[in-house]
């Protein structure tokens, strides 16, 4: 199964949240691995796994034990989104909610909210229970997550009482503050309670044909996401067989469950194919080990699934233009600090 991602507006967001709070947000992300410098990269996805890294960092250089809270608050609404326009293009909010949840891969894989309607709605099972969530992250999507609703509905919609799986992370008066409800910790399960009377609010957007399109750019985006999963989950294959040199397109079907049709169909839709994804992970694994190893270069032709030096050597000369003792000699940070 393809790692937990994140959308880039997410991390996008948070950032300008922490600039909002005056703290060293590119810091933040260079601490949980990330590198400022790529924030606005198109179809940018950051993986979960680094959700408590960000948090640790962002709770030092803030100094605030209760920096979800308070980010939440700071950060951007999210606008401009398609989660945005199908909501606005729905006949109800009702309608809109139910269908912006069916579609939240498109904000983040670990969410997986769900609505019940009697005899109270609430939203619950926002989040994976998955062991890189944070209390921190909790809170500051929840508040996140209001805005937004807020934000759609003409400030409409209101919470009524909201429920935490995690313990209070200041006083509780600035969960009342912020909130503006009742607001309950170490629950059982998460749920985010609303008058039902919201369900029924008629979007003064509503427009049947813009909401097709939405739905159309939205399956789009779902698709394009599963197209990514797919060549993720053929890269780990072929990681973990490349050193056998058994890499075949009945090898990785095997242990992906489909068919070698099926898995060479899917992979020419994605714009791919087997060889190019072993050709792409052979040439970026060969870069790291010359430029942040001193493996030997008989190592690196193993490590890489080639069957001698000489089909290397001329594999990576094609790639890089040079020989791959020069690329080392340029780019080999260990062997220069020597």
Known sequence: MAALTDSGTLVRMAYQGLLNLDVDADEVLRRCGMDPAQLYKPNLRTHFSAQPLFWEAAVELSGD???????????????????????????????????????????????????????????????????????????????????????????????TRICFTHTAKTHHDEYQRIFKCPVEFNTQQFRLYFDHQILGYRSPYAEPELLSMHVQSADQHMEQLEKRDLI??????????????????ERISHELRISPRQLRHQLTLAGTSLQRIITQHRKSLSRRLLSQTDESIAEIVYLTGFSEPSTFYRAFKRWEGMTPIEYRQINNVNVQSR
Do not use: W
């Not at 209760?66 to 309608?95: A, N, R, W």
């Not at 989950?233 to 890499?247: F, P």
């Open 232 to 249: 993720l989950e053929v890269r780990s294959q072929v990681g973990a067989l490349l050193e056998s040199g058994d890499i075949t397109l």
């Open 65 to 159: 034990s209760c920096i979800g809270l308070h980010l939440g608050e700071k950060m951007p609404v999210y606008k401009g989104q398609i989660l945005e326009y199908l909501l606005l293009s729905s006949t109800t909010f009702g309608d809109g909610l139910r269908r912006v949840l069916s579609y939240q891969r498109l904000i983040s894989d670990a969410m997986h909210g769900e609505v019940t309607e009697s005899p109270t709605p609430y939203l619950t099972n926002y989040f994976s229970e998955h062991q890189y969530l944070t209390p921190h992250l909790a809170e500051a999507m929840v508040v996140s997550l209001i805005r937004f609703l807020q934000s759609v509905s003409d400030d409409k919609f209101k919470p």
